[in-house]
Every structure is written in structure tokens, then in C-alpha cells.
């Protein structure tokens, strides 16, 4: 991926924005089915009423200079349950694709943002391999759809997080052997995207769009070596290994082979995971990761406090510690922008393929003051330091592309619901109330529109 300017622009989700859940033939998603640990978190059936307003956040994009919009279409709106095509759910995004690109901001478009069918997931989801039958029956209809105006592509938001993350969230499956079934499957069903990508899209770009931090060990102890080196493998090289060259990552399976679990490129796919190479890594980032060996005195979450490292745990292999080095956000999650240096430098060593930072960003409680203002200094901190890594590691030779921070309007997060905020922009609606859903300019808005402005 060469663009000719780096691309400046923002991120989100469908099924995090649109709400419209039951609107023009959209069937239910695990994200619309999905129960809830806690229920005084906003559900996705508003979200913030993106699939009604688009075009004014289009354009108050657009006011801030931004060149480049990643969205994702909702798979739930374009394939009806009998496998046909859903026209209005293609009209819909044939209007926000032609809006983006009448104001001058590229369509960046992720095919599946961990919105499965729902109905898919009842027989057995990525563990079945009917899943990518229907995964690429359904990217050849955006291919062929959207082709003539969308360029860049991404195939698939996180397959590696959905392998690690909470199972209810993204619509997996709890037992190992299923869910290291349902990552191999995940990994083929972006294979087959790529193939037709290039096979139906005139310069067409792919790529993968896995959330890529490097694992620090807690110490210099060998045991806590060789853990931040597996959990390294699982976390971040498995997907990329097999995404850009073509394998099943040697640590990784040797990690699997000692839990019982044999992976291996299957005979009938080898050909089409040799062939279907991405033109580019999308990668999100947040923070850093840091392990240690488990003692097994130690209880699981002995000495965590901070969500990103709660659920990290193998027994006999590695555990997510608190990384004492690092300051925290309000949600409890740590802040290394050193780390996006570092994890910058370490793909390109491995894979020397361009990058486009597809997430990144502060997610934090927001303040509209009387007069309708949001002064979130934090967060254009946060966006600052990682612009100062990215930088840096540009400088050492790493070849990013685009700035594509997390996200462009404030929506629901995965875990948190709307309290929770990322946007440039903010909407007024609570978890609990929708109230009128307006949408304001952040500080952080007039900021990055500044920097845009110096730097393009
Ligand atoms: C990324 C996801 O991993 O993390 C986004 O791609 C998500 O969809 C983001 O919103 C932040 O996580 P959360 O839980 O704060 O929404």
C-alpha cells in the first residue's frame, strides 16, 4: 500500500454506531442477541443513531479535514437469513460510500466487525466450516458491489482478540479445541476475502486488521522470557504468520501440541494460504501487554488490576500481570505509546509490510459543560504521545500509511456501553437515556483538525 499522502482520518464499527437494528430487512447479529453481564450498559439497538445521521457526521468530518473514514459494513444488513441479497441494505451503504467520497474522505471498509449472523452463530459459528462458505459468498457481494469506489479493504476486525477475549462479546466458543477450530477457520475466511478482492476489485488494497501489542515479561527471569515469548506467538504472530507468510506460527503450535491440539494448514487450503498474500497490515493498538510464568501458588488474578491483563491465563504457561512501569486510563487499562513504538518496529521487522494504524485511542468519561463544549485534554495527550511513537518509528524506517485513531464519533464500546467515550465528536445520550443524540466537537476535534491541517 503506497497512498499518496498518508492518510489522515478515523475509525468505527457498524453495529457500535448505526443502531437501525431492525430496520430494511437487517437480520439479528451476536451483537443483538447478546446477553449482557451487566444490564445498565446501552445496548446496540440505538448505538448513536449513525445509520439516521450520517451525513452529519460525514460532514463535520469533513469540516475537520479528515482524508480517510474507516467503517464496517454489517454483514446482518446485506445477506438475508435465506442466503439472498438484502437491496436496501446495499443501498444504505451505497449512500454513505458516496457521501464519503463527495467529501473528499477515502472509504476504508472492514467486511466483519465481530457482528456475526446470528443464525450462523445457532449452527456452530467459525467453528463450522460453513461459516466461510457463507463469508465468502458474502464478501463477493461487496467486492462486486462496492468495488467501483472502494479501494482499500479490511478483512476481518480482531480475529486474535477473539480468540483471547470474552467469548459472549464476539460469538465464539468456550471449549479450547472449538475455539483454536473457529481461529483457523477465521484465519482461511480472510484468505478467501483476499482471493476475491484481487480477483473482482481493479486495484484493489487488503488487509488484515488484527490488534497488535507487544507482550513484556515481568522480569528477566528465564520462566518469564519464554512466557512473554509464547504469549507473543499466541497474541500477536500466530494471525500475522499466517496472514503474511503463510504458516502456522512454530511456538504457537508447539503451545497447542502441549494442550493436546494439533494445528495444521489443512491439504485442500494450502494453496489458497500460499497464494493470498495482504497488500498491507491494519493495526490496532492500545497498550502493551506484560506476563509472567504462573506460580501456581499464585492465584489467577493475583497482583492484575487492569482489564486488558484480567483475562490473559494459561496455566503453566502465562499470566497477565499489571505492568507497574505504566500509568492508567480511568477504565483501568495502562498507557504506553513507547509500546506502539515498539510494536511498530517489531512488525516491520518481521514482516516488512506497510502499516495502517487502523484503532488507537483514549477511552474516557466525558464532560459537556453548560455551553456545550468538552475540554478532553487527556485524550489529545494520549493521541499526541502515540503521534510522537509513530514518528519515531517511522524515522527507523517503518513504512506507516495512515492515522486512523478510535474513533471518529463517540459510540458504544464493546464492554463499557456509551460512558465509556472515544470520539472526536460527542453524542449526547447516556447508557440510560438516549436524550436528543446531538452531536458536538471535542477540544480533541479542533486539535487533530489543527495537526491535519500542518501536516498534510
Ligand atoms: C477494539 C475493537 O479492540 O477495541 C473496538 O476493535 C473496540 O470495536 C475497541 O471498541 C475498544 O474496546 P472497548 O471495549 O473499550 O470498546
New binding site residues.
Partial sequence: MKPKQFLWGASL?AH?TEGAVNEDGKIPSVQDTRIRNNPNIADFSVAVDHYHRYKTDIKMLKDANITALRISIAWTRIINRDGSINQLGLTHYDHVIDELINAGITPIVTTY??DLPDYLQQSGGWKNRDTVTAYYAYVKVLFEHFGDRVKQWLTI??PN?MLLADQKIVGFHDDAVDRYQSFYNLMIAEKFAIKACHQLVSNAEIGP?P?ISYVYPRSSKPEDIRAAMEFNSIRNWAYLDFSIKGRINPIFKAHLHSLGIEMFIQPEDRELVANNVPDFIGL?Y?TSATVCFPDENEARSAGVSDQQSEDVYEPKHYKGITNPYLRKNQ?N?TIDPLGLQTTLEITNDRYETPILIT?N?L?AYDELTDSYEIHDQYRIDYLEQHLTAIDSASENGVQVVGYLP??AID??????GIK?R?GFIYVDRSDSQLKDLKRYPKDSYYWFKRIIGERS
Fill in positions: 464499527s457500535q466487525h465481530f476486525n480482531e482478540i486488521v490488534n490496532n492500545y477504565f487499562w484503532e485511542g477511552g478510535w474513533s459510540l458504544i464500546s464493546v464492554h463499557e465509556k472515544y
